[in-house]
């Protein structure tokens, strides 16, 4: 994945890349009882890319975190993570893996310069090792003039810094994010993204789960969607937005008071199959879905034909959010605590 600067932050290029897996996932099993948290599940993540895995609560997302980083083993199938069995090599894996669960694992009564010193001796870090990768991270996070101060006087971004500083201690080859942004505000969500971007472009490979469609846009560049314990959808953002069919075709006349009226042409037309339009004031553009190229092309005749000047014209593919609603038949929701979930997938870690 390539990587620039813009205005001095990290600018990463999304596209899907050709190169090695880092993470390979087949037939992944991890029943709860009489309930299988995860059903067969495959999965791919190229190195130097983030993946997003979406799902509603109790889907399995956690459940697949917890198999990649040790925490449990899974019941039966096969999982590498940088060339590391995931059941065979558990000591080798969890010296080139990271991970940042939902809620901040920091010890409140430690500074934040003692919690990254005592992860990076637990990491087997030297002493003179530990304190300058502690020092450097906090200058990297913003926390340097907060790093003496008890983790539980840091505000909720704080913690969550920390927490990401924390994951990143062992240099990690690969980063999972379980939800890292839940019950974050906006802005605070905003520099957890461009931390996350600035890991990626330095080389790490991140596995993304989350339930905010704008942050997979934000972040990932390949998805996959997971429901009951199963992959039901995976590929590019755009490659799945066109899997569910259907384009916004976006049309702004050249005299703004022309808004109106173009609307109402397009819903006297008649064409067979055409929706009605709806009018983007703020835009000065008219909205109308279509759901073949044979409608584009009439649309853009009748409107000509009306003597109405077009000013641009483009189409849109659906929203992730539409995509997610047409995959699993849930509306996205911002994740919550989830009593099927914790019960399923146990906490977060």
């Not at 000509?304 to 997610?324: K, M, Q």
Request: negative net charge; contains cysteine.
């Amino acid at each position: 994945m390539a990587a620039g600067t813009l205005f001095g932050m990290t600018r990463i290029d999304k596209k899907p890349s050709d190169g090695p897996a880092a993470v390979t996932v087949r037939g992944l099993v991890k029943h709860y009882g009489e309930t299988k948290a995860l059903d067969g599940v495959d999965l791919d993540v190229r190195e130097g890319t983030v993946m997003g895995v979406l799902g509603p609560n109790g889907a399995g997302k956690t459940t697949l975190v917890r198999c990649l980083s040790t925490l449990i083993t899974p019941d039966s199938g096969s999982a590498f993570v940088a060339g590391y069995d995931v059941v065979k090599q558990p000591r080798q894996l969890r010296r080139v893996i990271g991970l940042t669960g939902q809620y901040a694992a920091v010890d409140e009564k430690l500074s934040g310069r003692e919690n990254l010193y005592m992860i990076g001796r637990l990491l087997d870090l030297s002493r003179k090792d530990a304190r300058a990768r502690a020092d450097a991270l906090l200058e990297r996070f913003s926390l340097t003039e907060a790093a003496t101060r008890p983790a539980k006087t840091y505000s909720g971004g704080m913690r969550r810094r920390l927490d990401l500083a924390a994951s990143m201690i062992g240099s990690p080859s690969v980063l999972y994010l379980d939800e890292p942004t839940t019950g974050l505000d906006p802005r605070t969500r905003n520099e957890v993204w461009t931390e996350v971007q600035r890991m990626v472009g330095d080389g790490v490979t991140v596995l993304l789960t989350t339930q905010y469609m704008e942050e997979a846009e934000q972040l990932a560049s390949e998805l996959t969607v997971i429901d009951r314990g199963k992959v039901i959808a995976s590929g590019a953002i755009d490659d799945l937005k066109a899997r569910v069919g259907g384009r916004t075709l976006r049309i702004r006349p050249a005299d703004p008071l022309e808004l109106r009226p173009l609307a109402t042409a397009l819903d006297d037309m008649g064409l067979t199959g055409l929706a009605t339009s709806t009018v983007d004031t703020e835009a000065g553009a008219v909205l109308v879905p279509i759901l073949s190229d044979e409608q584009l092309t009439a649309v853009v005749g009748a409107v000509t034909a009306r003597g109405i000047t077009i000013g641009s014209i483009s189409t849109e593919l659906p929203s992730l959010d539409e995509v997610f609603l047409s995959i699993t038949g849930q509306k996205a929701s911002a994740p919550q605590d989830d009593t099927r979930s914790a019960d399923l997938e146990g906490a977060s870690v």
